[in-house]
């Protein structure tokens, strides 16, 4: 088992986990939602696709829906907030040993189009999800501002697309094609992020071209 494995087939795993830690599964879930949203290198680990299939089984009854939303928004909160702290006592050592430029470069084209909001838009985005609270932090955004955003970002993110898993889970054709769903999901949460770097590359050109 690798992490890109269970990060593009959670389906697979999550059953036999749940078997395996019974009520314990809700605090495995708290760890991957709150490390993969909290650690800026560890943001390969499961984050949409992981709320659409834990909604799913709840759905089916493997899950109780009304302890995992909970659950799951807490973690999403602490998770940033560890980021945040992260980027703001040790921004620069961080980015400097894990982070690529251009990863850094993406998240501050997101502050600077749309401000404090990206912290609720980037919860829909992979990599720029984890990467959005530690530039927070190292940019010293205020802080009660950042909570702010953190708790409006966490509970629309987890609650719509759990939602989402657990209404759609019970679809029959969704049912019969869930790995279909879940890459699916994924594409669409990287829409906005192919969507900025096509504008912002449009920019760079526009530019170029006035400067010439």
């Known amino acids: 088992m690798n992490f890109l494995d269970v990060a593009l087939h959670v389906d697979r795993y999550l059953p036999e986990w749940i078997n395996n830690f019974g009520t314990g ?93 990206t912290i609720i838009i980037a919860r829909f985005i992979p990599f720029i999800r984890t990467f959005a609270p530690f530039v927070a932090g190292l940019s010293k955004m205020n802080y009660l501002t950042f909570v702010r955003y953190n708790a409006i970002g966490a509970f629309v993110w987890v609650l719509s697309v759990t939602l989402i898993g657990y209404f759609l889970g019970k679809i029959p054709l969704i049912k019969d094609n869930f790995e279909i769903a879940i890459y699916g999901i994924i594409g669409i949460s990287l829409i906005p992020a192919i969507i900025e770097v096509v504008s912002s590359h449009r920019q760079k050109i526009t530019k170029i071209s006035t400067n010439t």
């Open 25 to 117: 599964i809700y605090a495995l879930l708290f760890a991957i939602i709150f490390f993969e949203t909290g650690v800026v290198f560890m943001a390969f680990l499961p984050g949409d696709s992981l709320l659409f299939v834990t909604g799913a089984l709840a759905g089916s009854d493997y899950l109780n829906i009304f302890i995992l939303i909970p659950t799951l928004i807490i973690a999403a909160i602490l998770g940033d907030a560890l980021n945040y702290w992260l980027g703001k006592n040790f921004g620069n050592q961080i980015a400097n040993r894990w982070i690529k430029p251009e990863q850094l470069e993406a998240t501050r084209l997101y502050f600077d189009r749309h401000g404090p909001r």
